[in-house]
């Protein structure tokens, strides 16, 4: 029989069944937050990324460019609580912008720098996690999620280790900023290789993500990665994977099947999102 672990309120026990719920994290900004955040993006962030990124002549204006663009949506999101960040990517939409494009160029790699911040002591976890929330809104408006009935009762999402290995550091740091974004998480630590398929055959998630710190087992992975979507309840369901050996080696995504990966903790929130919005839409 499967077992699966989900995050359980204090006190109580796995017998006892359900999850703990998403951390209710309503922080209203002052503007002193706002100033502070404003000067590391403006005088730290910005700056370390395009150094980065260098501009030799035969730089193409438009990468320096979206490097800007995503330090600038970094530093909306975290600001006050207002439609700047909407607006501002309502506006790239309207110049011709896809919404793959938008995901892929601006809101997952705008992620992905909070997640930076964070982890060099530049943001605190309530600034990162209320970003990471208004991108998750802004995944939410540009998809019409709106429409889809207990959407929230969907944000499911299934953590595992690839088989053979077990949980790392890094996973309890992405479950972290999961449950604080709003997803029911749960996890399954057994290097059973059909364990998560046995997981989603009877229980429905939107997303499963996979943590992999080894090449050795890739071709295992790959395997469980093709279990889980041919026992799935949810037929659509989106995959992500993450960990050093991807960091490593970014095709591992094609490698075993995967359909996206996610630096760290804030960017696989909106990874997951999007994922979700992919199969309810």
Not at 65 to 73: G, N, P, V
Not at 273 to 279: P, S, Y
Request: hydrophobic share 45%; net charge negative; proline share 6%.
């Amino acid at each position: 029989m499967a077992s699966v672990k989900p995050d359980y309120f204090s006190g109580e026990t796995a017998g006892g069944g359900g999850f703990l719920p998403p951390l209710a994290i309503t922080v209203d900004l002052p503007d002193f937050r706002y100033t502070k955040l404003s000067k590391i993006v403006t005088e730290h962030v910005l700056p370390k990324l395009v150094a980065l990124h260098g501009q030799p002549p035969s730089l193409p204006p438009a990468a320096v460019l979206r490097t800007a663009e995503i330090a600038e949506l970094a530093k909306l999101v975290m600001g006050p609580d207002n439609e700047d960040a909407a607006n501002y990517l309502l506006r790239m939409k309207d110049g011709g912008v896809s919404l793959d494009d938008l995901h892929a160029e601006l809101l997952e790699p705008a992620a992905r720098l909070l997640g930076e911040l964070w982890n060099e002591d530049k943001a605190d976890f309530v600034d990162v996690t209320i970003g990471v929330s208004r991108l998750q809104r802004l995944v939410h408006l540009f998809e019409g999620l709106g429409q889809i009935p207990e959407y929230d009762a969907k944000r499911r999402v299934l953590l595992a280790a690839a088989p053979g290995e077990q949980h790392s550091l890094g996973s309890t740091i992405v479950q972290k900023f999961l449950r604080a974004g709003g997803w029911h998480v749960w996890s399954c630590a057994s290097p059973n290789i059909a364990e998560p398929a046995e997981i989603v055959a009877t229980e429905w998630f939107g997303v499963v993500g996979f943590s992999l710190g080894s090449d050795v087992h890739v071709e295992q992975l790959r395997d469980a990665i093709t279990m889980v979507r041919e026992r799935s309840l949810n037929r659509k369901i989106g995959i992500m994977i993450g960990g050093s050996a991807v960091s490593r080696d970014a095709d591992l995504v094609n490698k075993v099947g995967a359909d996206g990966t996610a630096a760290n903790g804030p960017a696989a929130v909106v990874l997951a999102k999007k994922l979700l919005a992919e199969a309810l839409v």
